[in-house]
């Protein structure tokens, strides 16, 4: 099984920071673009910050200007730094591995990859 693994959860107090990793739980092979989620419970996911394989970033409103998106390629790792954290950012947060926009053509391996999530790290923020 290939899968992506997301660590660096934890409680924290409103105005503090964590940093969220993503990584594959072993090699590969697969290129992919990195999105992270996140829920709350009795809630719907929602997409919180992505990261493409070119290095274009994107964000929810809700986390502009405090969630700093980033990649280590040389340890295929993708990092969510998160500032100023909030009450409201409360959530079990996920990192999804997607296909590039320009890849027409991938393996059985890659599509595993694709079609699964992470197992998700807690955040829990208090006021």
């Known amino acids: 099984q290939v899968q992506v693994v997301e660590s660096g959860g934890g409680p924290v107090q409103a105005g503090g920071t964590l940093r969220l990793s993503c990584a594959a739980s072993r090699y590969t092979g697969c290129k992919y673009d990195v999105r992270w989620y996140r829920q709350a419970p009795e809630k719907e996911r929602e997409f919180v910050s992505g990261?493409?394989?070119?290095?274009?970033?994107s964000y929810a409103d809700f986390v502009k200007g405090r969630f700093t998106i980033s990649q280590d390629n040389a340890k295929n790792t993708v990092y969510l730094q998160m500032n100023s954290l909030k009450p409201e950012d409360t959530a079990m947060y996920y990192c999804?591995?997607?296909?590039?926009?320009?890849?027409?053509?991938?393996?059985?391996?890659?599509?595993?990859?694709?079609?699964?999530w992470g197992q998700g790290t807690q955040v829990t923020v208090s006021s």
């Open positions: 999804k591995a997607v296909p590039p926009k320009d890849l027409t053509v991938y393996s059985s391996w890659c599509l595993q990859l694709y079609n699964s």
């Open positions: 990261i493409d394989r070119d290095g274009t970033t």
